[in-house]
T-cell receptor, first 111, second 112 residues
């Protein structure tokens, strides 16, 4: 049974700092790994999707890496801004096409 | 233009009532899902349909019944609502693992 863990649960940083959010998963037989952002009271916005054959994906200031063998993914946010404040969710998709979520990292970027 | 749309956005109802949440996607995806986000913000899958056929049912009480009239629609009907059903319900779709999941904006259900 796939389990996804995100560390830390919460993170508070000053504006401009580079930061890393961590995600680990127990079953390495995944099709892909997806990072989402959720603002308070809102839905999920897809940030990056990494296929199982890929090692990383980049979008603007965001970079996500995937190491299937070690069951880890990281989301790197460069030059953080107050607008980046949100909860970041990592989710792994396995063979059943079921997306299993971590509990998220709540990020606060202080001006 | 919305890729995955859910209605209603908010739903407040009394215990014991029956209610439905509707979901539609215009992405041409074959697979649709219902996820529940509890008070601790943890997202967990409830159901999955592939081209109108149920493929995942995660031990959800049988008061919850999904219905898929076609592959672009997946509705969720809930009978005899209980206080513990209060949560945010998200609909999602997936194009067979290509392009990842797209989520709707959620339906906040409050049972009083």
């Amino acid at each position: 049974k796939q389990e996804v863990t995100q560390i830390p649960a919460a993170l508070s940083v000053p504006e401009g700092e580079n930061l890393v959010l961590n995600c680990s998963f127990t079953d390495s037989a995944i099709y892909n790994l997806q990072w989402f952002r959720q603002d308070p009271g809102k839905g999920l916005t897809s940030l990056l999707l990494i296929q199982s054959s890929q090692r990383e994906q980049t979008s603007g200031r965001l970079n996500a890496s995937l190491d299937k063998s070690s069951g880890r993914s990281t989301l790197y946010i460069a030059a953080s801004q107050p607008g980046d404040s949100a909860t970041y969710l990592c989710a792994a998709q396995g063979g059943s096409e079921k997306l299993v979520f971590g509990k998220g990292t709540k990020l606060t970027v202080n001006p | 233009d919305t890729a995955v749309s859910q209605t209603p956005k908010y739903l407040v109802t009394q215990m014991g009532n029956d209610k439905s949440i509707k979901c539609e996607q215009n992405l041409g995806h074959d697979t649709m899902y219902w996820y529940k986000q509890d008070s601790k913000k943890f997202l967990k899958i409830m159901f999955s349909y592939n081209n109108k056929e149920l493929i995942i049912n995660e031990t959800v009480p049988n008061r919850f019944s999904p219905k898929s009239p076609d592959k672009a629609h997946l509705n969720l009907h809930i009978n005899s609502l209980e206080l513990g059903d209060s949560a945010v319900y998200f609909c999602a779709s997936n194009g067979q693992g290509i392009g990842g999941y797209t989520f709707g904006s959620g339906t906040r259900l409050t049972v009083v």
